[in-house]
């Protein structure tokens, strides 16, 4: 993944010193991560004449925790990737510390001329509150946005049914948890009636993970509970092992996180313990495959299927302003990936179950809640 970085315009908002002024800004973001002017495009060139121009020009502000998460972030900046290596687009990247300057790219990227970017993707609900302001500035700016709705004619606004796939993890760890398992690095009890879930920030859109695990685990088993853990950051990998480990200790024998980088934390304690763990957005047993003896699955998140269809739209001219796309499990939006050395292991009849549950949620049979108060 480094050399991917080195060869694409890269800010990293390391400070304050680091934000370029709006004031005369012409190119967007101009500071790069290696201290560099950031001036070339996501392909290498200048833009001088000789070089052919790109379909389009893609602005990527991503969510707080940043590339390397292995999570959701890094499935961002896959959509990105496919779309320049598929449509021959070039993209600039930001990756903000804090919400307060998700606005700051947001604008540089809308303003900037040189390059004159033709859609600035904005990765996460974090982002919505400047984004709702950034998009009535820049009125001619297209943006999409990743898991939020923004109400205005020149945003598209992208959500799933993050809950579906959730479920189906629910259930599978309820179904493993109930009897004597033992695969990779982890093991689970047969009396087990303790399962886990660690929360980043906590929102509605975090809260749909949770209800769906939920109700997964319900569906597994009636006399299983499941600790709930928020630990207000999805960059703190210390905060979820150290969440982790407690309900491990309290008998948990499967963790699942839905908090993008401090999931990292989770893991660890899973190895440390000797228990399992599910991961988020991405097959993580691939993306962190140092703990994947530990990982059962993962909910994957479509998140780069919806970056590349907005590219996608806005290289053809079909820019979806002021829609709402919704995924789920029906378009391969969310999906549970079983994990790339534990999966094998996992019994027949429990991926199965899954597998029965995934039909009935699309066939409308299962009416998954997307909010605890519903489970």
Do not use: W
Not at 284 to 297: E, F, H, K, M, N
Not at 306 to 315: F, G, L, P
Not at 316 to 331: A, K, R, V, W, Y
Not at 341 to 369: K, N, T, W, Y
């Amino acid at each position: 993944m480094t050399s991917d970085f080195d060869r694409r315009r890269f800010i990293k908002a390391a400070s304050a010193a680091g934000l370029v002024g709006l004031a005369g800004c012409s190119g967007g973001p101009s500071e790069g991560g290696d201290g560099s002017d950031g001036s070339t495009d996501s392909d290498g060139s200048d833009g001088s004449d000789g070089e052919s121009a790109p379909a389009a020009n893609v602005g990527m502000v991503y969510a707080t925790g940043g590339l390397g998460d292995g999570s959701f972030n890094d499935q961002a900046q896959q959509g990105a990737l496919e779309a320049e290596e598929e449509l021959g687009i070039s993209f600039g990247e930001a990756q903000p510390d804090e919400v307060a300057q998700f606005s700051t790219f947001q604008q540089q990227f809308a303003s900037s001329t040189d390059p004159n970017y033709d859609l600035v993707c904005c990765i996460g609900f974090l982002q919505a509150d400047s984004l709702s302001e950034t998009a009535e500035s820049y009125p001619d700016q297209d943006f999409m946005i990743v898991d939020e709705v923004v109400e205005a004619d020149n945003v598209a606004s992208y959500t799933f049914r993050e809950h579906e796939g959730s479920y189906l993890a629910g259930l599978m760890a309820s179904l493993l948890t109930t009897r004597d398992f033992s695969a990779g690095a982890g093991s689970t009890q047969g009396d087990s009636t303790n399962l886990g879930f660690v929360g980043g920030v906590e929102s509605s859109l975090i809260q749909k993970f949770q209800a769906g695990f939920q109700a997964g685990v319900a569906a597994g088993a009636d006399d299983v509970d499941v600790s709930v853990n928020y630990t207000g950051s999805f960059s703190d990998p210390a905060a979820g092992r150290e969440a982790a480990n407690s309900m491990y200790n309290s008998g948990a024998d499967i963790v699942y996180h839905a908090a993008g980088n401090t999931g990292t934390g989770v893991f660890q304690a899973a190895q440390e313990q000797g228990k399992f763990a599910i991961g988020v957005d991405r097959d993580q047993s691939i993306t962190r495959p140092d703990y994947a003896d530990v990982i059962l699955g993962s909910m994957v998140k479509r998140v780069d299927t919806a970056v590349y269809n907005a590219i996608e739209a806005t290289v053809e001219g079909e820019f979806p302003g002021g829609s709402n796309i919704t995924l789920g499990l029906d378009n391969d939006g969310v999906a549970l990936v079983y994990g790339d050395q534990l999966g094998s292991e996992i019994p027949q009849e429990v991926r199965d179950e899954v597998a029965s549950a995934r039909e009935d949620i699309i066939a409308g049979d299962i009416d998954v809640p997307s909010s605890p108060s519903d489970t």
